[in-house]
Nanobody
Framework: QVQLVESGGGLVQAGGSLRLSCAAS????????VGWFRQAPGMEREFVTA????????YYAESVKGRFTISRDNAKNTVYLQMNSLKPEDTAVYYC??????????????????WGQGTQVTVSS
């Protein structure tokens, strides 16, 4: 069982930045690809970005490409999501998720085995 805990969410003005963290409980964290998803009120959960086990390969949704950066530190069992140039439409609960059999191209929520509880990101206009 892998526990994931997100942190770093909050309220920020449009154009601002936030960095989310996802800390994992497992020592085998490097064997999981990790993704970030988000869910706005009344909307389905959507893929944001994912990173491969070693951190070399990444993949982004078109809506965040060039603004968000995913990275990981396997020594710290942590994945980061740096979010710059935030827009009001980025407002959502952000979730990190880990997949044992997937990759950085795992864009479907069903591909992920473990999920965090989510952290709220609110971008004001």
């Amino acid at each position: 069982q892998v526990q994931l805990v997100e942190s770093g969410g909050g309220l920020v003005q449009a154009g601002g930045s936030l960095r989310l963290s996802c800390a994992a409980s497992t020592r085998t964290f490097s064997t999981y690809a990790v993704g970030w998803f988000r869910q706005a009120p009344g909307m389905e959960r959507e893929f944001v970005t994912a990173v491969s086990r070693g951190g070399i390969s990444t993949y982004y949704a078109e809506s965040v490409k060039g603004r968000f950066t995913i990275s990981r530190d396997n020594a710290k069992n942590t994945v980061y999501l740096q979010m710059n140039s935030l827009k009001p439409e980025d407002t959502a609960v952000y979730y990190c998720a880990a997949t044992a059999g997937g990759s950085s191209r795992s864009v479907q929520a069903a591909e992920y085995d473990y999920w965090g509880q989510g952290t709220q990101v609110t971008v004001s206009s």
